[in-house]
């Protein structure tokens, strides 16, 4: 006498304890890669801040220094940006560019991860 064995649907259908490892393990490899250009896209982001940041403190700093003559050579200014506290160096600098004219000169210069960066504007004024 031989008997049919048969299996139930249930047992058939399904994933193994192996499958589902795997597919984690290719989620999990997956996020890790999403998650580390989502912290490069954000460093980008707040170097850019940074910079319009030095831009805008440059103009406002060589307007001043066209409004009010020379100021102070070397000074600071702290910005919040993305929530942290950062501080600029301003370097002003006033030299003569020939005749009646005078080259003013502003330096914005910061710090992001252990570089060092300087943005500089300048402008010609013709003497008084």
């Known amino acids: ?15 193994t304890l192996i499958e589902v490892m795997m597919a984690m393990l290719v989620l999990t490899v997956g996020l890790l890669g999403l998650l580390q250009s989502v912290s490069i896209s954000y460093e980008h982001n ?3 801040r940074l910079r319009e940041e030095a831009v805008g403190l440059a103009e406002e700093q ?3 220094m066209l ?3 020379t100021l102070t050579p070397v000074t600071t200014a702290r ?3 993305g929530g942290v506290d950062k501080q600029f160096v301003v370097t002003r600098r006033s030299e003569a ?3 009646d004219s005078d080259k003013l000169t502003v330096a914005v210069s910061w710090g992001f991860k252990n570089i060092s960066t300087t ?3 300048y402008t010609i004024r013709k003497g008084d």
């Open 79 to 81: 910005r919040v940006i």
């Open 1 to 15: 006498m031989s008997a049919n064995r048969k299996t139930s649907l249930c047992a058939e259908s399904g994933f």
């Open 67 to 69: 409004s009010h003559g």
């Open 46 to 48: 707040l170097r850019n």
């Open 62 to 64: 060589l307007n001043a």
């Open 119 to 121: 943005h500089e504007i």
């Open 97 to 99: 560019a020939g005749g």
